[in-house]
């Protein structure tokens, strides 16, 4: 590698005048303004030089004349493009030597070759050092432009401001025989010069910046705001020389113009204050505040004057013992103008807060009544209930209600107050009456809501127990229609199967007493409770436990019929047997086997001993026979007959 002088392109900044179009601010006055040494008509276009602050404004006319008028009295317009010579910082090319590491291609062995990822590495790694580098150098140059610019606007704005002091400078000390003139002059001149004070402390502050970032410029900057204080030091005096020229003529009228200018503003705002009717709707109070709080903030820069005013005549008092009284009672004449005007400022704010705050109250309470009436109107809506459903849905339909109305709690005691704070302040029978009915319409519906919630419940209630009756019903006509089936059956057989379903029968029966005890306890507990249908839920109950009875008689009876039944069945067919063993014992007693031999009538003997035996064993049983005949004759048994 081998180093060498190259030439290598770069740029740097340069200051250059340029002509440059700029677009310039441009206001239209709404209204006409005399005043501050101006005469503006409306609808004159004049050019705004600076927004000094929010109340003035300090403009130029198409003649030239310089001044401030009120911020409210103009509104801006489209600006107006004009080209003017500017100080630019511009970027010039340029060519520079540097010395460069110049590379020489050389063949190595294979062996001390690298491979081609760390080539790759290595590429990788050089382009994002370069690149670190770009970044750096970029943001190294933007800084350098800022400060470039920020000093440049320095020394614009040195030049601009020693130039302007330097006219002022002239246009004071010109020779004026004119004493009016003269005075008008120095009084725009007093105008202008105090709104461009602030421009003296800005240059400061800049210069402190900039020897900072600056040092090597320290002693330039510095110079220069030396330069700018010392004519500043020049036209403060010359200020205090022409006051003395004038013999304070100048100060004092520009004083009187003041207060004059001053107490024209307030009896304009005044007469924007003369109170309107107020017994109007609510948009139209509400339209009345808004213009009033702009009338409001247009009272602000007549505020700040009326201090200017004071803080002048005071100024003036010092430089001129001798005016004294003059301005002091002028002074006086000025702050009770200004007093006035915000006594009547906060009344009229207070009689529109008063009336807004009627108003709402008014449309509140138009509004809640409303409510009221059509809440009353569902609360007396006289519902046909036919069943458990409907009246689980007016049940939820009255608890949306419930909610809709703790809801309005709120509103109700939001809009008793305000009626509370404006009969304070405004006593009438009538804000008293509708606090009054206020108070009485939020009782009723809650009490209205109570009541049909109670009876709604009733309604459930009843409801509920007649379809519990109804199923009890129900089902005791089906356990007496097939308890009126049940056969006695005509054989034991066929009653033996009857008893066993007429058991099950009275299982059903006592398991369902349990649920027919429930209904008794609710029917008792909804008259006691002195529930409004307490006579048909007696009846009702009175009912259901008569056919409860009487069904529970029939069981009965039905299980005395097959008690008997089988009795009989048992009875006759032991009665059958016993027919058939004397038929069986008849056929051996008339069998004729007396002629066998005598060795068979022993045999023979012997049997009918046995068959003596068995006679007389079943003679108990005969007996038993008879007598259960003759109790079933006596108890007049169905099959007696």
Known sequence: ATE?????????????????????????????YQGQGLDVKKGEVMFLLDKTNQDWWNIRKNNGDNGYVPANYVKEIDSKIVSVEVKKPIVVKDVRKVKKTQYIKQKTPLSSQKSGKDIIEERQTAIQESYDLLNKLSRERQEILQNSLQLFDFYSECEDFNKWMKDKSKAIAADENDVAKATKAFEKFLTDFSANKKRLEQIDTAAKELEVIFPELKKDVSGRARETHKIYDGLVKLQEQQEKNLEGSASVIFFQKS??????????????????????????????????????????????????VSQLGQDVIDSFPAERENIEQRTRDVQEKWEMLENKARERSKRLEDAVGMQLFTSGVKTLQQWVDTTKNALNANEHVRDVQTAEDLLNKHAE????????????????????????R??????????????????????????????????????????????????????????????????????????????????????????VGALLEMANRLVDAGHYSSDTIQDRKEKVVQAREKLK?????????????????????????????VAEKRKLVRED?????????????????????????????????????????????????
């Open 553 to 581: 008689a029939n069981s009965a009876k039905k299980r005395g019929e097959l008690d008997e039944s089988k009795l009989f069945q048992e009875f006759r067919t032991e009665v059958g047997e016993m027919n058939n063993f």
């Open 259 to 308: 207060c004059e200018d001053v107490c024209d503003w307030i009896t304009e705002k005044s007469e924007k204050l003369e109170m309107d009717d107020l017994a109007k709707d609510l948009t139209t109070v509400k339209a009345l505040q808004r213009k009033h709080k702009g009338i409001e903030r247009e009272l602000a820069p007549i505020k700040d004057k009326v201090g200017q």
């Open 4 to 32: 060498v002088w190259e030439d290598e392109p770069f740029e740097r900044t340069e200051i250059q005048r340029v002509i440059e179009e700029r677009k310039v601010p441009q206001v239209k006055t709404l209204y006409p």
């Open 593 to 641: 086997s007396f002629k066998d031999g005598i060795g068979n009538i022993k045999a023979k003997a012997k049997k009918h001993q046995v068959l003596e035996g068995e006679i007389k064993a079943n003679a108990g049983q005969l007996k038993v026979l008879n007598r259960t005949g003759q109790q079933m004759v006596q108890r007049n048994h169905f099959k007696a007959k």
């Open 426 to 515: 405004q006593p009438s029978q009538e804000t008293e009456e509708k606090i009054n009915s206020l108070g009485e319409e939020r009782k009723a519906v809650l009490r209205g809501w109570q009541e049909k919630g109670d009876w709604l419940r009733q309604v459930r209630d009843l409801q509920l127990f007649n379809r519990e009756a109804d199923q009890l019903d129900a089902s005791t006509s089906a356990q007496a229609k097939l308890l009126e089936n049940l056969d006695v059956g005509d054989n034991l057989p066929d009653v033996e199967a009857s008893l066993k379903r007429h058991e099950d029968f009275s299982a059903t029966l006592t398991a369902q007493e349990e649920r």
């Open 401 to 424: 209600i419930g909610d809709e109305i703790r809801a309005k709690q709120d509103e109700f005691g939001s809009l008793i107050q305000l009626g509370q704070k404006m009969y304070g």
